[in-house]
């Protein structure tokens, strides 16, 4: 299990503190939430504040692009550091998503795909072997702390279960929601990667990531 703390519910006034709990805590990877105020109704980070983290945590920068120009921000933030870029299919024209996969895989970085909570999974089907990770959203995307989605393990699982018959080797993330309890129930569905932004950063650091890997 891959635990992707979400930097968006990080205690800004205690950054450098926090950012170095999170890179002792056992966590691999650092989610990093890109909001444009359009796609979703809020506004979050730009290139400058990852180049930042890039600095001063070795952590997986895992960057989930929430914005309706993938395309111009997939370059703006691999440039930044990112070596994951997810982004929205809700966001693009279907017949953009594999250009978009393809101009990242071509800068070395790896490519993801993420669904909004009422988008079926069967939409990813023919994009299962384009993409190196599928993002479920278990909340809207916009804003943390929000109830977890209590459909998302089924759609966990029959990612999986898509994924699998595709003989595909993609990841399957789950953002929104997600503390011990939810965590438990999307690893037991199969799940690869857990974020969590609230739960980690509003708890014991190191003792919440411990308790996702349990």
Known sequence: MIIAPSVLSLDYCDTKKQIEELNASGAQ?????????????????????????????????????????????A??????????????????????????????????????????PDTPVEVLEPYVNDFDLFLIMSVEPGF???????????????LKSLLNTKQSHALV?????????????????????LVAGSYVFKNTIREAVKSLCE
């Open 173 to 193: 993330e789950v953002d929104g929601g997600i503390n011990a309890q939810t965590g438990k129930l999307c690893a037991d569905a199969g799940v690869d990667v």
């Open 75 to 116: 370059d703006v933030f691999i440039d930044a550091g990112a070596q994951l870029i997810t982004f929205h299919y809700e966001a693009v024209s279907e017949d953009a998503i594999r250009p978009l996969a393809k101009k990242i895989h071509d800068r070395g970085v790896k490519a993801g795909l993420s669904i909004k």
């Open 29 to 73: 990877w650092m989610h990093y939430d890109v909001m444009d105020g359009n796609f979703v109704p809020n506004l979050s980070f730009g290139p400058d504040i990852l180049k930042a983290f890039c600095r001063i945590s070795p952590l997986y920068k895992d960057v989930h692009l929430m914005v309706n120009d993938p395309n111009t921000y």
């Open 144 to 158: 943390g702390g929000q109830k977890f989605r209590e459909n998302a393990p089924e759609k966990i699982r029959a």
